[in-house]
């Protein structure tokens, strides 16, 4: 792929001030493998380990055709969806719809035409690889593992410019999640996710290994309490990073660039190996304070009417904070008559939080009505609610400095 676009050195956000969120089972098991080149016959992977003591499995199958398991950039795609599926209102369908420019940006990549050929390809590999995770996937509603069968992507339609069937700043997608990832962020199993610093980070190995890691550092039962440290074999983290080459000395050649610059750039206090061979432990020590669960901050009389219509405690909090308290009143006020005079919603919460954030006028003043008038936010995308992400961290643009792009235009939730 083209180099990525350049950002400025930027330091982790504490975990108690994130405020967008990643779906947990897929960042722990590490579904896409982190190195940046596979050789072509790695077009499957399995890994046998334990949770709770019972044994667990979780497998890939790949098409061939499509470059073999997903890796590498896909990581930054497969992140990039989850990420908009939570603005555009997490439907239950699972269905997003985006433009292949909004993907690209949201991903922290450039926006050129080798892109758009990689996304593509990507989009492919993740529709038609196929993961199952025995017992070892989190059903949070019931507090328990079970077994799934799933591709990243259940179904993809997309737009092509011209008759060579590619993707192009203007093509848009209809894309369907996989069920289990969709059933899970809806029932709030999710854990923080620094967009803007991961966004960051100059390697697709080390931006991929930071997903995992950041992943393991919140326990799997209750995401919300970060740890301040995290050790594992040596063995059995190559193998969930989906490293191909498991000796011991390859392992460490692989992952040192990304310990480097996880250290340079202030996520790592330290990485420290212990023992030989095969039985080595490596030990994590994150920067900064850990063991700071994040609360929920008091919900006032606005933010309980937004609530009522499944937007999350996150996104309503986000909402009062960009466009403030009088023009998410109007906007709600607004919202109701829409709904009062027979105008067609398919969900409530993406419906209110696309009326709350319109200015481009989609949703005309009825006679007499006014309401105050707000500067549009710089460098804003797709956005929407999440009726069930997350209690305590909502959604934050990774922006680009120096305004709105014109082709950054908000994409009706399917």
Sequence with gaps: ???????????????????????????RLGLISIQERIPESYTSWSVDFEVDGRPARLSCDAVPKYGGVPHGLDGDIA?????????????EDGVLLTTAYQILKRAGLDDSGRYYQNLRQTLYQLRTATYSASESWRDHRRRSWTTVTFNYIEALEFTSPDDELGLSRSSVLKIRLAESIVRSIRAQYTKPLDLEFLT?????LTRALYRLLDARRYPPEDPRLPLPSYTVNLISWAEACKIVDL??????????????????????????YEGRGQKQLITYTFAGVGGQEVQPVPVTPLIGELLDYRVSLAVARRLLAEYGEEHVTARLEKFRRLVANGY????????????????????????????????TPAGRGLRAACPDAGTARGCRNPGR??????EDRAVPAA
């Design 1 to 27: 792929m083209a180099p990525r676009t350049r950002q400025p050195k930027k330091l982790p956000t504490p975990p108690q001030e994130i405020r967008r969120i990643d779906e947990a089972n897929v960042g």
């Design 79 to 91: 992140t990039a969806l989850v990420d908009l599926y939570v603005e555009t209102g997490c439907p």
């Design 200 to 204: 960051s980070l100059d390697r697709p």
């Design 247 to 272: 000796r011991s000395n390859k392992i460490r050649a692989t992952l040192k660039g990304a310990h480097e610059e996880l250290l340079e750039r202030g996520y790592l206090a330290s990485v420290e």
């Design 344 to 375: 067609r919603v398919r969900s409530s919460s993406a419906l209110l939080v696309d009326v709350i954030r319109d200015q481009e006028g989609k949703y005309p003043d009825m006679p007499g009505e006014t309401e105050p008038r707000v500067p």
């Design 401 to 406: 400095a120096g305004g709105r792009d014109p």
